[in-house]
């Protein structure tokens, strides 16, 4: 398997909160952890940003997808209002989690309690060419529901 190293910056210091992390061999996503000071109690319908305590120094050509964890989805109806949330390669400042109560009870968020995953991915860039019509396929402009038919 490839490996990419990535710089990462701690912005509070000690930190007893854990760097990203795969947490099994295949895992595609890290874990992110909340660095807070104080619990933030989460109430329904509520939303709050939740810092992490590191910037990172993704090369170019990459960028880091912020995901939902499903353990939190599922048990608590946790979730990310900007899912995927995208950290692109030139943005140097702290990870930032945009949590939302979904859920009918208040959620506690504790320090160093895993809250998302971030996933780092290579993409291309586009150039547009513009064109009068495009290359027909079995599809074609079949939208919303269309394979259901």
Request: glycine share 12%; net charge neutral; aromatic share 6%.
């Amino acid at each position: 398997m490839n490996e990419l190293k990535v710089a990462v910056k701690r912005l509070r210091s000690p930190s007893d909160v854990p760097l990203p992390t795969y947490m099994t061999a295949h895992s595609a996503g890290m874990d992110l952890y909340a660095d807070i000071r104080e619990e933030i109690c989460l109430l329904p319908g509520e939303r709050t940003l939740v810092p992490t305590g590191i910037a990172i120094a993704l090369p170019e050509g990459y960028e880091a997808q912020i995901r939902p964890r499903s353990g939190l989805a599922l048990k608590h109806g946790i979730a990310l209002v900007n899912s995927p949330g995208t950290i692109d390669a030139d943005y140097r400042g702290e990870i930032g989690i945009i949590m939302i109560n979904f859920g009918k009870e208040p959620f506690t968020i504790k320090r160093g309690e895993r809250i998302a995953q971030m996933v780092v991915a290579a993409f291309k860039r586009v150039t547009w060419n513009e064109c009068e019509d495009l290359e027909a396929s079995g599809r074609g402009s079949g939208g919303f529901g269309h394979t259901g038919r």
